[in-house]
């Protein structure tokens, strides 16, 4: 069965810290990979995706992710973050072969301290 | 704003009671897509729609649950006979067609969904 585990559910970090929230993902087919945010009391966000080309991804706002088919994963890394990082993040994926439903992870909550 | 939106954002309801929600699509985005998250999980997929046309649904929608997407445009979940188990956030999304698995679904903000 095709699953997405997200290894952290809670992530605490101090301001300008560096981070990284963990994604695995489990498929026999092909992989379309996506990063979304929630923000509180917000709806989900996408943050960036992996669709093929470079396997090193980059958000708008300093994220960054990395494909790695050997090991099946998609972590997510920010080398300095901010108090206005702190949201729940969700990886998700898409498997190739007709399908359109998105599969995600449980979340990650990343609390940002000062 | 363009964004999808979604209607009622919170809706509290006794067990045994039916319920109905909107759903409006990014006015250019042909696919649709219902999903429900629980308290400290992500969401998990329910039916998906291509225009009208119903082309899957997820075993998580039970006889109780129906979703339509009549013309093509808005869609809506209905669930009927509600139990306390359907309290959940409920979740739309669209889509354009495009590259398939590979398109990005932009989200609404949400029903809340409380079954006393």
């Known amino acids: 069965a095709q699953s997405v585990t997200q290894l952290d559910s809670q992530v605490p970090v101090f301001e300008e810290a560096p981070v990284e929230l963990r994604c695995n993902y489990s498929?026999?087919?092909?992989?379309?990979l996506f990063w979304y945010v929630q923000y509180p009391n917000q709806g989900l966000q996408l943050l960036l995706k992996?669709?093929?080309?470079?396997?090193l991804v980059e958000s708008i706002n300093g994220f960054e992710a990395e494909f790695n088919k050997s090991q099946t994963s998609f972590h997510l890394r920010k080398p300095s973050v901010h108090i206005s990082d702190t949201a729940e993040y969700f990886c998700?994926?898409?498997?190739?072969?007709?399908?359109?439903?998105?599969?995600f992870g449980a979340g990650t909550r990343l609390a940002v301290h000062p | 704003d363009t964004g999808v939106s979604q209607d009622p954002r919170h809706k509290i309801t006794k067990r045994g009671q039916n319920v109905t929600f909107r759903c409006d699509p990014i006015?250019?985005?042909?696919?649709l897509y219902w999903y429900r998250q629980t308290l400290g999980q992500g969401p998990e997929f329910l039916t998906y729609?291509?225009?009208?046309?119903?082309?899957?649904k997820s075993r998580l929608l039970s006889d109780r649950f129906s979703a339509e997407r009549p013309k093509g445009s808005f869609s809506t979940l209905e669930i009927q006979r509600t139990e306390q188990g359907d309290s959940a956030m409920y979740l739309c999304?669209?889509?354009?067609?495009?590259?398939?698995?590979?398109?990005?679904?932009?989200f609404g903000p949400g029903t809340r969904l409380t079954v006393l």
């Open positions: 999304a669209s889509s354009s067609s495009g590259r398939g698995a590979a398109d990005t679904q932009y």
């Open positions: 498929s026999s087919v092909s992989v379309y």
């Open positions: 992996y669709l093929s080309g470079s396997t």
């Open positions: 998700a994926v898409a498997f190739s072969g007709g399908y359109n439903k998105l599969i």
């Open positions: 006015s250019e985005h042909n696919r």
């Open positions: 729609f291509q225009n009208e046309a119903q082309l899957e």
